[in-house]
């Protein structure tokens, strides 16, 4: 089973596919075309998180005070 992680790599946050004990940067657009590029050494890399929001959206029905 393929799993998606996105890392800080070099000072730039980079996705990254686990495959088994294989861990490869990701070449292309997770959302579209992609493939495994070089391999990374995962020991002691800064996890993030796995996308960043575009937006977030609020309602105040929401909360409780309401």
Same mark, same amino acid.
């Given at each position: 089973?393929?799993?998606l992680y996105?890392?800080?790599?070099q000072? %730039? %946050?980079?996705?990254?596919?686990?495959?088994?004990?294989?861990v490869?940067?990701v070449?292309g657009?997770?959302?579209?075309d992609?493939?495994?590029?070089a391999?990374?050494a995962i %020991?002691g890399?800064r996890?993030?998180a796995?996308?960043?929001?575009?937006?977030?959206? %609020?309602i105040?029905l929401n909360?409780?005070?309401?």
């Amino acid at each position: 089973m393929k799993r998606l992680y996105r890392i800080e790599h070099q000072g %730039a %946050a980079r996705h990254v596919v686990e495959d088994g004990d294989d861990v490869r940067l990701v070449d292309g657009d997770i959302f579209g075309d992609w493939r495994p590029g070089a391999p990374v050494a995962i %020991a002691g890399v800064r996890l993030l998180a796995p996308l960043v929001p575009s937006k977030i959206v %609020a309602i105040g029905l929401n909360y409780k005070d309401h």
